[in-house]
């Protein structure tokens, strides 16, 4: 990767930047995904708010909110467009009515295992050059990055 000198300073190739190299992969791999779950006419965000709940069989809007590293008016946004496709059910608790827990619906069930395949298929199509071995080393590199630079939030789209 060649060096530009330019008024006495060197300049680095754009090639030799990690990060280059991980927003370009990272791009192509979000973008298929993307593109995959719109025949299941959801986005990426409510597959991940989706599977979560999936995981968790209920939650709060608050606790999906600080566990998605997203604001509530997010949060809002996608448990309205995920009630409206009847996936997830709304309910006001017994001891107070005002605060709203969030589960699946038997519809919302049935899409998460079909969008977790699309997921999976995704990952293999752009990550089958690796062995088993190199897939855990790169996961093992990646969550040390998020864990050192405190990157908590959940990426959604």
């Known amino acids: ?3 530009i000198l330019e008024e006495g300073h060197s300049i680095s190739a754009l090639e030799v930047h990690l990060g280059f190299w991980v927003r370009r992969v990272s791009n192509s791999v979000s973008d298929s995904f993307i593109r995959s779950l719109k025949d299941q006419q959801a986005s990426a ?3 991940v708010l989706l599977r979560e709940l999936y995981e968790r069989g209920k939650a709060t809007p608050k606790t999906m909110a600080e566990v998605l590293g ?3 008016g997010a949060i809002s946004k996608i448990v309205d467009k995920l009630e409206a496709k ?3 059910s709304i309910k006001g608790t017994p001891l107070d009515g005002r605060v709203q827990v969030l589960s699946l619906t038997r519809s919302g069930r ?3 295992p079909v969008m977790a395949r699309i997921a999976d298929q995704n990952d293999e199509r752009f990550f089958r050059c690796l062995t088993a071995n190199e897939r855990d080393v790169l996961r093992k590199l990646l969550v040390k990055l998020a864990e050192c630079n405190q990157i908590r939030n959940v ?3």
């Open 1 to 3: 990767m060649a060096t």
């Open 110 to 112: 049935r899409v998460v």
């Open 86 to 88: 009847g996936w997830i």
């Open 70 to 72: 997203m604001t509530r």
């Open 155 to 157: 990426p959604v789209e």
């Open 45 to 47: 965000a409510e597959w």
